[in-house]
């Protein structure tokens, strides 16, 4: 990571052109549009260090935050690995892996907001649909009806509306 490499804008300066392209291309992001624009701000980063009391203050709290960062992501990483053995060992693992680009991450997503429950929506889509925000919605004004104005379900699961959309855009490519 960039800030435990090159902690203060006087490390950054000290290091020289060379180590910051290797250090942009060991990321990959030597070759992206921002790469240029990067090179620049590491060339002029002592116009934005502040006095020397103040630079060394930042660099422990950002070095802390660092470290704090690593820990939360060895924790996500052991979150997801338990997410995937109990999403391996439940019943309907086959169904919601099977959907097209569900994948790894939206199937016991999708599991876990759906549910397994089979007769919850009483064998019908629709319910799904209602309860998922994703069921049109037509305008109606007293005896008026109006087919051509429809609108999206504001009172629903928007955790269950997001997992679904996040299903549907990854299943576009995936399914005929």
């Not at 020289?16 to 701000?41: C, H, I, N, P, T």
């Not at 930042?58 to 997410?83: C, D, H, P």
């Not at 919850?120 to 319910?127: A, S, V, Y």
């Not at 999206?152 to 576009?172: G, M, V, Y």
Request: charged share 25%; proline share 6%.
């Amino acid at each position: 990571m960039f800030l435990q490499r090159f902690p203060t804008p006087e490390s950054v300066a000290q290091a020289g052109k060379r180590q910051w392209q290797k250090f942009l291309y060991s990321r990959r992001l030597r070759g992206s549009d921002q790469g240029a624009r990067r090179m620049e701000v590491f060339a002029r980063v002592r116009e934005f260090a502040g006095t020397p009391p103040t630079v060394k203050a930042k660099s422990l709290l950002a070095l802390s935050l660092v470290q704090m960062l690593f820990a939360v992501e060895k924790q996500l990483g052991l979150y997801r690995q338990r997410i995937e053995e109990l999403f391996a060992r439940h019943p309907d693992h086959d169904l919601f892996n099977s959907l097209p680009g569900a994948g790894p991450k939206i199937a016991p997503r999708l599991l876990s907001e759906i549910g397994d429950d089979r007769q919850r929506f009483g064998g019908q889509p629709q319910n799904l649909q209602c309860l998922a925000g994703t069921a049109p919605v037509n305008k109606r004004s007293g005896k008026q009806r109006q087919y051509w104005h429809v609108h999206q379900r504001w009172a629903c699961d928007k955790h269950l509306r997001h997992a679904i959309h996040l299903f549907s855009e990854q299943s576009l490519s995936r399914c005929v």
